[in-house]
């Protein structure tokens, strides 16, 4: 089946904001979403976005220090997992990350790519890459149902240009 895509810049912190709230609110129980990129790439501010959309405090939205796990409560549950800091495979195993693709709440995975198996296939992946100082691209892709849905939501809900300006698209399928 056709994969989804699309590609959007971003020039400033808070259109990274933005653009994470339009995607946050086309989520729902069971949604995930898969962070890769750069580091500085824009993932927790992305996510912050996310999290705004679901009526949750971006504030309290952090890389997590100690945990690899955040569990935040708002129109749904958000279970915000980075993988930056994971050690080893144990660690992961230890923390039975399985259990929250039971489709309650939304999952978002910072540093996916750190995940030694596999992510459920149906979820949206958004990687975020330095541009220059100010400036992050964002590429969302998708390739099963749900997923594709999302991304066809986004693209009708942003366009191929953002309505706040300085954030173009420059390429869709
Ligand atoms: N357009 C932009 N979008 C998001 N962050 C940006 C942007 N321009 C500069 N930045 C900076 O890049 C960094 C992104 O940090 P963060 O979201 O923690 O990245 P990651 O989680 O991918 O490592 C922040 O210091 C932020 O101020
Ligand atoms: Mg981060």
């Given at each position: 089946m056709k994969n989804s895509s699309v590609k959007y810049v971003t020039t400033s912190v808070q259109k990274t904001v933005w653009l994470g709230q339009q995607l946050g609110a086309q989520l729902r129980d069971g949604d995930i979403i898969a962070l890769v990129g750069d580091l500085g790439g824009g993932k927790t501010w992305f996510t912050k976005g996310m999290a705004m959309a679901l009526e949750i405090n971006p504030d309290t939205i952090v890389s997590p220090t100690f945990t690899l796990v955040n569990e935040y409560d708002g129109r749904y549950k958000l279970f915000h997992i980075d993988l930056y800091r994971l050690k080893d495979k144990a660690e992961i195993i230890a923390l039975d990350l399985d259990e929250y693709f039971s489709g309650?709440?939304?999952?978002?995975?910072?540093?996916?790519?750190?995940?030694p198996g596999e992510l459920p296939g149906?979820?949206?992946e958004v990687a975020l890459h330095i541009v220059d100082e100010h400036t992050r691209e964002l590429g969302f892709s998708a390739s099963q149902a749900r997923a594709k849905k999302i991304i066809r939501a986004l693209k009708e809900k942003v366009g191929y240009s953002f309505s706040q300006g300085a954030c173009r698209a420059f390429q869709s399928a």
């Open positions: 309650e709440g939304i999952v978002v995975v910072e540093w996916a790519d750190r995940w149906d979820t949206v």
